[in-house]
């Protein structure tokens, strides 16, 4: 779940730096103050609850909770220990974008400085903009689905690079979908389907025998 959160919150403009524990999280942000803090409640070592004393008595950090509590007993703590929000897995990413929006807003911090415009993409020739969620294939408009949409942003962002089934799934669908790779597959030939002149021999996506799949540039045709 942090890999994948932390995909798609690179891919909406954020800079992003990831902690597997309270303790680690805590150095790093004594040392870089972040704008705003995403945290679990339920951590290995010490828990989300006392971290968030921690940042907030210390530091001062705005704090969003991610958890997958659901008694209002850990909601009413939370809140009332000074987090600023709570989000409940499962989640929807753009629920998630939507508070840390609505958050840095409340808090005073600048939350349009803080996104970047993701600039364009072109593999070959295909042309895929985050912005406006387009994409152009071989000077085609290709409509795609939201999720295949990231899906092909995922293999973009590493042109050439294997990606692993297991990462794939990670980053576009997140961790509920873990050991499910026949997700990753269908979703792949579907792909393939809206990009591909011949779907059944792949020249962009390339499967890479049990480790995953690349995408490569294919050239445009004169």
Aim: a negative charge.
């Amino acid at each position: 779940m942090r890999r994948s959160l932390a995909f798609h919150l690179e891919q909406a403009g954020y800079q992003v730096h990831t902690a597997a524990s309270a303790e680690d999280a805590l150095i790093w942000v004594t040392q870089n103050r972040p704008d705003l803090v995403l945290l679990d409640i339920g951590l290995p070592g010490m828990d989300g609850l006392d971290a968030l004393r921690e940042l907030k008595t210390r530091h001062n950090v705005p704090v969003i909770f991610i958890t997958a509590r659901r008694r209002e007993l850990d909601e009413v703590v939370g809140l009332e220990l000074g987090a600023d929000d709570y989000v409940t897995k499962p989640f929807d990413v753009d629920v998630v974008l939507a508070r840390i929006k609505a958050v840095l807003r409340r808090v005073g911090a600048p939350v349009l400085s803080t996104e970047k415009q993701v600039s364009v993409l072109t593999i070959g020739d295909l042309v895929i903009s985050p912005d406006s969620h387009s994409v152009l294939c071989s000077d085609r408009p290709v409509d795609l689905s939201p999720r295949l949409f990231d899906l092909l942003l995922a293999l973009a962002s590493q042109p050439e690079k294997v990606i692993s089934t297991e990462d794939l799934l990670s980053q576009v669908w997140g961790a509920e979908f873990e050991g499910q790779p026949q997700v990753v597959y269908v979703h792949i030939r579907w792909l393939r389907e809206a990009l591909e002149e011949d779907p059944d021999h792949p020249q962009r996506i390339l499967t890479v025998r049990g480790v995953g799949y690349k995408l490569i540039p294919k050239a445009a045709e004169q």
